[in-house]
């Protein structure tokens, strides 16, 4: 456990309970005590950020940022808990809170617009995932009527967030082919990378 705790491993120590779990979401811009709220599973956690009991106070583009930096704020504890009991690494909770930060600030940057799909094509959406040591990509395409038609992932070793997108958008697309989905439109949530393509132009 991060706080080093005898007792009380579940998902309410986890997702509110924690010191751990106080101390990000207490140096965060809301900067509440996340032991005043009780969880009993992730799906209620999701509710919760999707819908907080405070949303009356906050404008459309407040609410996207709490459910940003709620799922990051879990992701990496999530990742940060893995690590520690797989392989021993210890808790350093000064660069746990600058990767919530950096997420936060690299996924919030500008917003991106996407445009609708031409009927009648598949849509493909790619995504890169990483810890410190490990990194993962994804595709998963849906038909016109937004039924999951394949899915599929596998372990990268990459340099860079950058570097780990494009090889999640080249998974993607040699996935599609090897499966002959025919016309799809591939869609990335990484700005910098969709700016790339369209311009036909490298960002370094």
Not at 39 to 56: A, D, I, M, T, Y
Not at 171 to 192: E, K, P
Request: with cysteine.
């Amino acid at each position: 456990m991060f706080c080093g705790q005898s007792a009380g491993d579940d998902a309410n120590h986890f997702l509110s309970i924690c010191t751990v779990t106080q101390h990000l979401w207490f140096a965060s811009q809301w900067n509440f005590c996340s032991s005043a709220l009780n969880f009993s599973s992730g799906r209620e956690l999701v509710l919760w950020l999707h819908k907080p009991s405070f949303r009356h106070l906050l404008s459309k583009e407040e609410s996207q940022e709490f459910f940003l930096y709620g799922t990051l704020l879990y992701h990496k504890l999530w990742m940060m808990r893995n690590d520690m009991y797989h392989h021993g690494t210890p808790l350093d909770l000064t660069k746990l809170q600058k990767q919530v930060k950096g997420g936060f600030i690299e996924h919030s940057v500008e917003k991106v617009r996407w445009g609708l799909p031409r009927p009648g094509r598949i849509k493909g959406f790619v995504d890169f995932a990483k810890s410190d040591e490990d990194g993962a990509v994804a595709a998963v395409f849906f038909d016109p009527s937004d039924s999951v038609m394949a899915f599929g992932a596998k372990k990268v070793s990459v340099s860079s967030v950058f570097q780990g997108e494009l090889e999640a958008m080249r998974f993607g697309v040699d996935l599609a082919a090897r499966l002959h989905l025919g016309s799809l439109c591939i869609l990335s949530d990484n700005l910098h990378l969709v700016q790339s393509v369209k311009a036909m132009s490298y960002p370094f």
